[in-house]
């Protein structure tokens, strides 16, 4: 049983999503009696500690801090220029001097001293997105009493996370927003909708499978359980919830019926992501071959992105959203939470 | 109710598959209680009529023809003599004399030849891939009755077909085996997976809907059902029936457990598709820019692929497949019928 695994009253997880959610919203779901998730892989370890800490004075339900665990890239002076140059035009039309913009990293790979940190707060799931990291980094966490999610993509990563002593298993299909969390294949070609996925991933591992991936609404979450899935993750169908951090251009954008088309981009961060199709997107992508490898493609593009957000433009924002945004609507998490998880 | 609109028991459609199934299949399912269908996009008039007259020979329930309704492509000498050129290797290694390869189309355009050999037979299911043809084609169906079937991919095209008055619409998720019905966009980013695809086309039309894509066992069906979908449409459960025509190296590559994994491809006839990845896709594509408009690209893979038969192997086969080929078992269509139209 996917509750008593992670001491839940609800078979429901918030997907963690890094950007546009805080520990609000974290709080709000746990609260509601579903697994609430604070992304990590954006957060410095003070912000991180600050989070944590609002997390345990708001709540004595688990919760579930999430991580990225990519290789660290080299950087690549060439491509970063090459990368660069071809925004040369973006960087002129909104006034910015290129020669200005750092370079940075973006989002930070799980590491020892993220394990540090949440060795202070001893939080009972912690998720991993591209894998899992080294037994290592995993064995402090084991230690505490964590249970280890990560996500799947296609059969062949499930069974190596089962393999590798993932707890619960998140089947990703095609139809999710964000990064998807594909790392033994970067061919976007095979990658699986979530009806072919899912049933085959339960088949294939013994731990609970939560489905992911175009869920947003009880016939989704009653669909993914006859399916096989324990239990279900839902992102998208959060955004518009006043205790997430959702800008609003983003808010807008997940509201406007004419904009309901999503893509899977790599050219905000480097890896493919899918969103609601933007002029960035139109123009530069959606799968770009000057990206940087993932995270580094982010930092040139932070200032255009900063930029025109001031002017009211979304041109250069990642409006992550799986491919059911018409599920999105304003209402309260724990409102959302209580529906979808009695479903 | 889609039972009643097509005067069938069990709300399950079996998938026209042209190239690898006739008649024996479409009779077998009706037979049983579903919708058979027989796939006539790659028949000519006379074998058209032996197969109809088969049907009608041994079923006096409800079937359904299919056909291709794509604009017929202009034949472009160049573009087809650059693409031969680049199988010169394989016409080489095969002994095969490019020079004798013949052009062709491969697939013929819903006609008013097709009409007059329909008018014969008044199949009561008309069905159609890649949108409708004109009115002036459809007119003389719905004349003796017949119900009118489209396939959509987007909710743009299933709001298309319903206003251009299709009696039911199938909305094909990404994990479909076999060729992509899209026809308002040609953008194989924006295709969707069923999860997130079927309830926005449930929402967004008032014809009943039909769900396809990765729908291989009961529990397929009965999630297809909950997100509303008034009946399945399954193809690759079918492709190991013995009613089937599937090849033997076809039967062979959807058993092979090292196989799983799918693709959408345009090397076999110029338009997406899905399949099993073998030396052809992974070689020339999976989707090449190459490939003369559809379906001009068969005639000149035919031989090769004719050729690398005879020797044993499917190089050069398309071996269609949906993304839950696992599905896939030897049983006798009847019963493959009664328990996923039952469930």
Redesign the interface.
Known sequence: MLTSLLNIELPLLQAPMAGVQGSALTVAVSNAGGLGALPCAMLDPDTMRRELTAIRAQTGRPFNVNFFCHATPVFDAVRDARWRQSLAPYYAELGLDAGSVPAGPGRATFNAGMVDVLREFEPPVVSFHFGLPSEELLAPLRAWGAKILATATT?AEARWLEAHGADAIIAQ???AGGHRGMFLSDDL??Q??????L??VV?AVRVPVIAA?????V??V???R???AAGVQVGTAYLLCPEAATSPLHRAALQDPMR?????TNVFTGRPARGLINRFIAECG?ISALAPAFPLATAAVSPLRAKAERLGRDDFSPLWS???P??CRVVAAAELTRELGGA
Chains 1, 2 share one sequence.
Not at 213 to 217: L, N, V
Not at 260 to 264: G, S
Request: charged share 20%.
């Open positions: 059969v299909g095609l139809e070609a095979m699986t909708g979530l009806f072919a996925l049933p085959q088949d991936g175009g869920i947003a609404d016939r989704g009653r669909a993914a006859l399916l096989g309901r088309d999503t893509v899977l959606p799986g491919q059911n018409a599920g």
